[in-house]
């Protein structure tokens, strides 16, 4: 099955009431271990790249050959786009290149104008070509690639003039965070969240920072129009800490042990449990 753009997964997730999950991928493991779950699952799903895992797994192309080539070789039936996570300007228009199917303007850090006016140009171009745009307002909290935002709750007034501008789905800041959440956490803003909806209608709404934040708060967001959530780091601690014990074991002194096929498997299998688990919690298992 060739690539699809978010727009009709995210529609249908909306109208359910349902969220996709986004799950970042970092190499080979991550990407196969994704793709074979959601095929499991009969999920759609969104595969995440940040400009930084993008340079990592050696540049855009690479990355959509990888993909292509696994969901051929996989038998992948499942609906699966590929997306550009917290993106530039300059990002977008490089994967748009590449052949990604969906790609994330975070124009967030611009000045409202500056924001509405780049992303307005990306509109344009990804009607155009038939993929999805995912636009952001109010900088999610933590840190992504080296980008640093405090959690900051979005204005729900602004949020609609960034959604009015015809993008396929929106990302507001409602006190979520990249990585692990702080002890003294205040939660999710849900009057904000509320409000945004009201204001913007059918248009999905993204969480960032799915990694963390409580089961039940999840499934109120997603009551409240929240479509797409993004999930990282959870996968990642989940692999560290399989591989972890599978070397405090000794395991990778047994006979071929060493072989990172066998040494990187554990990690794989717990990034698979990871991912089933957050596709049972948003409630797309089924919905492929």
Not at 21 to 35: D, M, P, R
Not at 214 to 231: E, F, Q
Request: aromatic share 6%; net charge negative.
């Amino acid at each position: 099955m060739a690539l699809v753009n978010a727009r009709d997964m995210l529609n249908k997730a909306k109208a359910g009431k349902y969220a996709v999950g986004q799950f970042n991928i970092n190499n080979l493991e991550w990407t196969k271990a994704i793709l074979l779950t959601a095929e499991e699952c009969k999920s759609p799903v969104i595969l995440g790249v940040s400009e930084g895992a993008g340079k990592y797994m050696c540049g855009y192309t690479t990355i959509v050959g990888m993909v292509k080539g696994m969901i051929n070789e996989l038998g992948i039936t499942v609906p699966v786009a590929l997306h550009l996570d917290h993106g530039s300007y300059e990002g977008a228009k490089k994967c748009i290149e590449a052949g990604f199917s969906s790609v994330m303007f975070d124009g967030s850090h611009y000045p409202i104008d500056e924001n509405i006016a780049k992303t307005k140009e990306l509109v344009e171009l990804t009607n155009k070509l038939g993929l999805s745009l995912e636009a952001e307002v109010g900088a999610i909290g933590g840190e992504e690639d080296g980008v640093i935002g405090s959690g900051e709750v979005a204005d729900p007034n602004e949020c609609k003039m960034i959604a009015d501008l015809g993008v396929t789905m929106l990302a507001a800041g409602i006190g979520n965070i990249h990585g692990k959440y702080p002890a003294n956490w205040a939660g999710l803003s849900f009057d904000t969240l509320d409000a945004i909806q009201q204001l913007t209608g059918d248009m999905p709404l993204v969480l960032h920072g799915g990694t963390g934040i409580p089961a039940d708060m999840i499934k109120k967001a997603i009551s409240l129009g929240v479509s797409k959530i993004n999930v990282n780091t959870e996968c990642q601690l989940a692999f560290a800490d399989a591989t972890r014990k599978y070397i405090e074991a000794g395991k990778d002194l047994e006979g071929k042990g060493f072989d990172p096929r066998k040494l990187l498997a554990p990690g794989f299998e717990a990034i698979k449990a990871t991912v089933k688990e957050k596709m049972e919690l948003f409630g797309s298992v089924g919905k492929a």
